[in-house]
Nanobody
Framework: VQLQASGGGLVQAGGSLRVSCAASGLTVASYNWAWFRQAPGKEREFVSAVSRIGDRTYYADSVKGRFTISKDNAQNTVYLQMNSLKPSDTAVYFC???????????????????WGQGTQVTVSS
């Protein structure tokens, strides 16, 4: 199984980026997915998640209304669209997938089996 994260980069505050997580060795449609991020000197934190069948999405309060998680089963890829970016969004972004997870645990790292390598997002002020 491989999760290849991409799409990070340098953007000015207020700008947008879309990060992608391309999966191989598993079928995106069969899994629950999440994005986490880790800023320098800080712990990894939950950003967003989407349920296996895509009927439920979850967002951290800090990104609600600005970020959108989605998945394209045909492309076997998970996305995170990030708008109105702030310097505080600067971090390495990781995608993660799991086959089974309680709804109330979608934001908990320990439930996720597979992790991508991360992609750097830097937002300048």
């Amino acid at each position: 199984v491989q999760l290849q994260a991409s799409g990070g980069g340098l953007v000015q505050a207020g700008g947008s980026l879309r990060v992608s997580c391309a999966a191989s060795g598993l079928t995106v449609a069969s899994y629950n997915w999440a994005w986490f991020r880790q800023a320098p000197g800080k712990e990894r934190e939950f950003v967003s998640a989407v349920s296996r069948i895509g009927d439920r999405t979850y967002y951290a309060d800090s990104v609600k209304g600005r970020f959108t998680i989605s998945k394209d089963n045909a492309q076997n890829t998970v996305y995170l669209q990030m708008n109105s970016l702030k310097p505080s969004d600067t971090a390495v972004y990781f995608c993660a997938g799991t086959l089974v997870i309680p709804a109330q645990a979608m934001g908990l790292m320990r439930y996720y089996e597979y992790w991508g390598q991360g992609t750097q997002v830097t937002v300048s002020s």
